[in-house]
């Protein structure tokens, strides 16, 4: 997965990847950066609390916790 920052930020810088990257491929990471934006605003709305930021966003807590690992998100060695 690329890096959210490598993304465009504007219409037009996503015109000119048309026809250079797949639209597979830029569906899929922008996808990425709002789930990773959700999760982050749902730890922050929780103040950090997993079980509510999972419910919030009707993930399971294992989901969850398997979406923190994949966009590297908080300390995952705790437990909460």
Known sequence: MAAPSALPRSA?????????????????ETSDIIEKLCIEAALELTGDNRASASEMLGLSRQGLYAKLHRFGIGDLIRDD
């Open 12 to 28: 037009e810088e996503f015109k000119q990847l048309v026809g250079r990257v797949p639209l597979k491929e830029l569906v899929r």
